[in-house]
């Protein structure tokens, strides 16, 4: 009996050493595959999108083409003459200064940025080409335009193209060339309008709507944000539009290639108001009175009816930085004062935005950070970057020159030494801080690439001893 009693003992023992030494091999094989990991292997390509969209709907105000300033600063001191303004930082959104942005004003030829929008896209699409001929219905001809419209001076059989055209609409804000245009892009004005009313809808504005092309009628509609908003879409999807159309400084035309067959190139009489057959060259300077005047000015749009006053699209880049201003009604008893009050406006937003603001690139920002998870039935996840701004917005804050300003921003990862347990993706785990100095400029969440459930209770045991 005692015999058999110590050999149960010993078969015991023997059992319960076997489990602990199964165990602590366990969590020794646990160990080793722990120190060898240095990545976690990305989640398939249906997680990845799911996430992405869940992302996307989550942290929906980063994808606007306008955002708030990540940080507070006081109120800057810019005297603007004009009723409306705005000046934001084309690269992420940020909205730096803004005076009655939302006021609903007509945005005179500023329209015209949406018609280049809807051609550039028929380019961009390869449905249309720069060195297409436009054929020019009467609707489109210099003579037929309403009185006082700003021309391009299309007549009767010109030969032109799209090109030609779209310098005509940037440069002398052609009434003509945006007649031109809605008819060779769809066939009528009222289509034309529908795919520009389309684009602004597209783009999530709101108090935007159009009933012509030109911008020659009060009744069509935006504020100065969104006009700002669609801008920023424009230089981001066409930023080639800027030095093609919007930075040249003036514009001939006719030229004596634009002849309709037959026409005789040279000087004509105009004592009857304008012919159909338009036969002699005029050369026009851009009406942008910030051109070859404000450094790095290479656009926007200008804009005039009585009913909007003076409105000016304008748009400056100097050393990467590139910002963007929209004022509108401005005053003036006429051109030449309207002229004056752009220019004042323009220079003080952009000589205020230079003088204390510049971009520090996040192009090449790491974005994915590997962390291991012990507890769970993954060893390892990806902490990703709830989302990816291209730069951050550094103001002149310490002291320093903004060059030594740039200098001093720093990237700091805050991530945890380990996670564990259930694991949920998409929920923030980490942060990216963008500081300068002890002035926080930028905070990106890092959130879980991955879901994993908690291990079972000796999986948890193995890691807790590892830990």
């Given at each position: 009996?005692?015999?058999?009693?110590?050999?149960?003992?010993?078969?015991?023992?023997?059992?319960?050493?076997?489990?602990?030494?199964?165990?602590?091999?366990?969590?020794?094989?646990?160990?080793?595959?722990?120190?060898?990991?240095?990545?976690?292997?990305?989640?398939?390509?249906?997680?990845?999108?799911?996430?992405?969209?869940?992302?996307?709907?989550?942290?929906?105000?980063?994808?606007?083409l306008?955002?708030?300033?990540?940080?507070?600063?006081?109120?800057?001191?810019?005297?603007?003459?004009?009723?409306?303004?705005?000046?934001?930082?084309?690269?992420?959104?940020?909205?730096?200064?803004?005076?009655?942005?939302?006021?609903?004003?007509?945005?005179?030829?500023?329209?015209?940025?949406?018609?280049?929008?809807?051609?550039?896209?028929?380019?961009?699409?390869?449905?249309?080409?720069y060195?297409?001929?436009?054929?020019?219905?009467?609707?489109?001809?210099?003579?037929?335009?309403?009185?006082?419209?700003?021309?391009?001076?299309?007549?009767?059989?010109?030969?032109?193209?799209?090109?030609?055209?779209?310098?005509?609409?940037?440069i002398?804000?052609?009434?003509?060339?945006?007649?031109?245009?809605?008819?060779?892009?769809?066939?009528?004005?009222?289509?034309?309008?529908?795919?520009?009313?389309?684009?602004?809808?597209?783009?999530?504005?709101?108090?935007?709507h159009?009933?012509?092309?030109?911008?020659?009628?009060e009744?069509?509609v935006?504020?100065?944000?969104?006009?700002?908003a669609?801008?920023?879409?424009?230089?981001?999807?066409?930023?080639?539009?800027?030095?093609?159309?919007?930075?040249?400084?003036?514009?001939?035309?006719?030229?004596?290639?634009?002849?309709?067959?037959?026409?005789?190139?040279?000087?004509?009489?105009?004592?009857?108001?304008?012919?159909e057959?338009?036969?002699?060259?005029?050369?026009?300077?851009?009406?942008?009175?910030?051109?070859?005047?404000?450094?790095?000015?290479?656009?926007?749009?200008?804009?005039?009816?009585?009913?909007?006053?003076?409105?000016?699209?304008?748009t400056?880049?100097?050393?990467?930085?590139?910002?963007?201003?929209?004022?509108?009604g401005?005053?003036?008893?006429?051109?030449?004062?309207?002229?004056?009050?752009?220019?004042?406006?323009?220079?003080?937003?952009?000589?205020?935005?230079f003088?204390?603001?510049?971009?520090?690139?996040?192009?090449?920002?790491?974005?994915?950070?590997?962390?291991?998870?012990?507890?769970?039935?993954?060893?390892?996840?990806n902490?990703?970057?709830?989302?990816?701004?291209?730069?951050?917005?550094?103001?002149?804050?310490?002291?320093?020159?903004i060059?030594?300003?740039?200098?001093?921003?720093s990237?700091?990862?805050?991530?945890?030494?380990?996670?564990?347990?259930?694991?949920?993706?998409?929920?923030?785990?980490?942060?990216?801080?963008?500081?300068?100095?002890?002035?926080?400029?930028?905070?990106?969440?890092?959130?879980?690439?991955?879901?994993?459930?908690?291990?079972?209770?000796?999986?948890?045991?193995?890691?807790?001893?590892?830990?």
């Amino acid at each position: 009996m005692k015999k058999s009693r110590i050999i149960k003992i010993s078969i015991a023992a023997g059992f319960v050493f076997a489990l602990f030494a199964g165990f602590f091999i366990f969590a020794g094989v646990r160990n080793s595959q722990f120190s060898k990991l240095t990545s976690a292997q990305p989640v398939d390509f249906e997680l990845q999108a799911k996430l992405n969209l869940e992302l996307k709907n989550r942290y929906a105000d980063q994808n606007n083409l306008l955002t708030s300033l990540p940080y507070t600063l006081p109120e800057l001191s810019i005297q603007v003459g004009a009723d409306s303004a705005i000046l934001i930082d084309i690269s992420n959104g940020n909205i730096i200064y803004e005076k009655n942005a939302d006021k609903v004003i007509p945005p005179a030829s500023m329209t015209k940025l949406f018609a280049m929008y809807v051609v550039e896209e028929e380019v961009l699409q390869g449905r249309m080409n720069y060195s297409d001929i436009i054929p020019l219905p009467p609707e489109c001809w210099a003579c037929n335009m309403p009185p006082h419209s700003s021309l391009m001076f299309l007549g009767k059989g010109q030969i032109v193209t799209l090109e030609e055209l779209l310098l005509g609409l940037s440069i002398c804000s052609g009434n003509d060339a945006a007649y031109a245009l809605a008819y060779a892009v769809c066939g009528s004005m009222e289509d034309f309008v529908e795919r520009m009313n389309q684009a602004a809808i597209d783009a999530g504005l709101t108090h935007t709507h159009f009933v012509e092309s030109s911008g020659y009628s009060e009744l069509n509609v935006t504020t100065a944000r969104e006009m700002a908003a669609f801008c920023r879409l424009y230089i981001l999807k066409h930023p080639g539009s800027l030095k093609k159309f919007h930075s040249v400084a003036s514009f001939t035309y006719p030229k004596e290639r634009n002849m309709a067959p037959g026409d005789r190139y040279g000087a004509q009489d105009w004592s009857n108001g304008l012919p159909e057959s338009i036969t002699m060259g005029i050369t026009q300077e851009n009406t942008n009175p910030l051109l070859g005047r404000l450094a790095g000015c290479d656009g926007l749009k200008t804009g005039y009816i009585d009913e909007s006053g003076y409105n000016l699209a304008l748009t400056v880049e100097r050393n990467g930085t590139r910002f963007l201003s929209v004022t509108m009604g401005g005053k003036g008893n006429n051109t030449k004062e309207g002229q004056a009050g752009r220019v004042a406006d323009g220079t003080e937003i952009m000589e205020t935005a230079f003088s204390i603001f510049r971009d520090y690139d996040l192009s090449n920002l790491q974005t994915s950070y590997f962390v291991k998870l012990y507890a769970a039935k993954e060893k390892g996840l990806n902490l990703i970057a709830a989302y990816k701004p291209q730069s951050v917005c550094v103001p002149f804050v310490t002291g320093n020159s903004i060059a030594e300003n740039l200098q001093n921003v720093s990237v700091n990862v805050i991530i945890p030494d380990y996670l564990q347990g259930q694991i949920t993706a998409g929920a923030e785990y980490g942060k990216i801080e963008i500081t300068l100095g002890n002035y926080i400029l930028q905070t990106i969440p890092l959130v879980a690439d991955r879901s994993t459930e908690k291990a079972g209770w000796i999986t948890c045991l193995a890691d807790a001893i590892i830990k």
